[in-house]
């Protein structure tokens, strides 16, 4: 299994992104999915998580601005990033908690990350 993201690229404070993360390799369940991101010389912070049912939480930054959405039949997972600001420059992670194969546990894989820079 393996989660590819895309979708990041350079844009002007205000502007909007949307970035895509799918699970490949034919996972048995993916569970939440959810987004990360890793400003310069800072920890790994999460941005918002989705339950495979549809339950959403947000970082307090990005509530308003930023929606996260799935696609169960296609186990991927986006994000809409509007009205940017130079502060959510950075590297933005996707992670899914899934079931690789039927009878393993659910383990958590990460997305190779793709970078957000936003300039003022």
């Known amino acids: 299994v393996q989660l590819q993201a895309s979708g990041g690229g350079l844009v002007q404070a205000g502007g909007s992104l949307r970035l895509s993360c799918a699970a490949s390799g034919m996972p048995a369940s993916v569970n939440d999915m959810g987004w990360y991101h890793q400003a310069p010389g800072k920890q790994r912070d999460l941005v918002a998580v989705i339950s495979r049912e549809g339950g959403i939480r947000y970082a307090a930054s990005v509530k308003g601005r930023f929606t996260i959405s799935r696609d169960n039949a296609r186990n991927t997972v986006y994000l809409q990033m509007n009205s940017l600001k130079p502060e959510d420059t950075g590297v933005y992670y996707c992670?899914?908690?899934?079931?690789?194969?039927?009878?393993?546990?659910?383990?958590?894989?990460w997305g190779q990350g793709t970078l957000v820079t936003v300039s003022s």
């Open positions: 992670k899914g908690r899934i079931i690789p194969s039927p009878f393993m546990e659910a383990q958590d894989y």
